[in-house]
T-cell receptor, first 113, second 117 residues
Framework: ELKVEQNPLFLSMQEGKNYTIYCNYS?????LYWYRQDPGKSLESLFV?????AVKQEGRLMASLDTKARLSTLHITAAVHDLSATYFC?????????????FGTGTRLKVLA | EPEVTQTPSHQVTQMGQEVILRCVPI?????FYWYRQILGQKVEFLVS????????KSEIFDDQFSVERPDGSNFTLKIRSTKLEDSAMYFC???????????????FGAGTRLSVL
């Protein structure tokens, strides 16, 4: 069974602190995505990671990928309140040249002032 | 900036009724997707569509679901006989490229909230 697991599910952190969200997946994947979702809103693409060792950074967020461990991390540096949202990772699985997309359970982040 | 638009934003229907959710993907995109998200839960892939046919579908996408691109701009999801458990947010997405090694960034619409009573 294809599984994508995130932890933690909920994260409450103080402004200015650092933290990491983890995304594990169960089988080989071509691509790994990170999305942000604000309450009642749609999904915003943050990062696409394609290869082992890939690292992408945007502002206070940095995503990395270890394909051997089937693990991606989303690191938050010096959190600010505006980062409060739910973060999803998603992976693609290729079947005969077409792709299925499996999302993780999501991590609900709340940054406290 | 180009965006994916979905209508209606909220659809209320009676159990057993048919509903059609509409999406206008970004104009030069070729790949289209439907996802659903039950309240408070994760996003689930339903179906992908390319070149006027389904590319891939999940186990959720059973015979009560169908997709269509009736003209050059719209992409629709039809649920033939809605059930209570179909209540969810349905997101449409589109992308311009889906190849091995490519980024395939998907742009999501704002979603349609379907409430089945």
């Amino acid at each position: 069974e294809l599984k994508v697991e995130q932890n933690p599910l909920f994260l409450s952190m103080q402004e200015g602190k650092n933290y990491t969200i983890y995304c594990n997946y169960s089988t080989t994947s071509d691509r790994l995505y990170w999305y942000r979702q604000d309450p009642g809103k749609s999904l915003e693409s943050l990062f696409v990671l394609l290869s082992n060792g890939a690292v992408k950074q945007e502002g206070r967020l940095m995503a990395s990928l270890d394909t051997k461990a089937r693990l991606s991390t989303l690191h938050i540096t010096a959190a600010v309140h505006d980062l409060s949202a739910t973060y999803f990772c998603a992976v693609t699985f290729s079947t005969s040249g077409t792709y299925k997309y499996i999302f993780g359970t999501g991590t609900r982040l709340k940054v406290l002032a | 900036e180009p965006e994916v638009t979905q209508t209606p934003s909220h659809q209320v229907t009676q159990m057993g009724q048919e509903v059609i959710l509409r999406c206008v993907p970004i104009s030069n995109h070729l790949y289209f997707y439907w996802y659903r998200q039950i309240l408070g839960q994760k996003v689930e892939f339903l179906v992908s569509f390319y070149n006027n046919e389904i590319s891939e579908k999940s186990e959720i996408f059973d015979d009560q679901f169908s997709v269509e691109r009736p003209d050059g701009s719209n992409f629709t999801l039809k649920i033939r006989s809605t059930k209570l458990e179909d209540s969810a947010m349905y997101f449409c997405a589109s992308s311009d490229l889906e190849v091995a090694g490519g980024k395939n960034i998907q742009y999501f619409g704002a979603g349609t909230r379907l409430s089945v009573l």
